[in-house]
């Protein structure tokens, strides 16, 4: 496909159960971003990949997420004993170089997965 | 409070008019990204502004950027229903984008 897809598109579980949230970029973006968009919270991001490697896991809420990245390609997030704060859309964005001020490098969105936490 | 603010929050117009949405940031802008999302889907691009005093189109939607006012303005002529969804400005930090708070617009015939 030409576009970043993510999967499953919608996701419910029970607290304290582990997900996983895959994302496959287009083809030949070095750069890989998660974000997270709850109600009331705006978009924010979670964690920038470059290739294989993390630079930025700032946005990373807290040690129950992880990520990784493989062959320069898909992405997984993790998210272990879900809770239900962490009910929101979960989005994935590829650009061919990593963000950076002053220059111009449109990020590409996937759909999201719909994360419900009951 | 939020780096970048929206405003308005929500906006509800009548098909045919006019209208604009801004975006203000509290810190010095490297350029500005205006994105717009529909329900249940990603976020579409919709422009890069680079440059203070930029001005770019696509279709019916102008944006501009004002550096020495941190901001920039969307605006939207001749509103249609295609037109209605979540406006979101980013703006790049660092490694990343930052967003704004997001403009809910709906238009109705």
């Known amino acids: 496909g030409a576009g970043v897809s993510q999967s499953p598109s919608n996701k419910v579980t029970e607290k304290g159960k582990d997900v996983e949230l895959r994302c496959d970029p287009i083809s030949g973006h070095t750069a890989l971003y998660w974000y997270r968009q709850s109600l009331g919270q705006g978009l924010e991001f979670l964690i920038y990949f470059q290739g294989n490697s993390a630079p930025d896991k700032s946005g990373l809420p807290s040690d129950r997420f992880s990520a990784e990245r493989t062959g320069g390609s898909v992405s997984t997030l993790t998210i272990q004993r879900t809770q239900q704060e962490d009910s929101a859309v979960y989005l994935c964005?590829?650009?061919?170089?990593?963000?950076?001020?002053?220059?111009?490098?449109?990020?590409?969105f996937g759909p999201g997965t719909r994360l419900t936490v009951l | 409070s939020q780096e970048l603010e929206q405003s308005p929050q929500s906006l509800i117009v009548q098909e045919g008019k006019n209208l604009t949405i801004n975006c203000t940031s509290s810190k010095t802008l490297y350029g500005l990204y205006w994105y717009k999302q529909k329900y249940g889907e990603g976020l579409i691009f919709l422009m890069m502004?680079?440059?203070?005093?930029e001005e770019k189109s696509h279709e019916k939607i102008t944006a501009k950027l004002d550096e020495k006012k941190q901001q920039s303005s969307l605006h939207i002529t001749a509103s249609q229903p295609s037109h209605a969804g979540i406006y979101l400005c980013g703006a790049p930090r660092a490694d990343k984008l930052i967003f704004g708070t997001g403009t809910r617009l709906q238009v109705f015939p």
């Open positions: 964005a590829s650009s061919l170089e990593g963000i950076r001020e002053l220059s111009y490098n449109e990020q590409f």
């Open positions: 502004l680079q440059k203070g005093g």
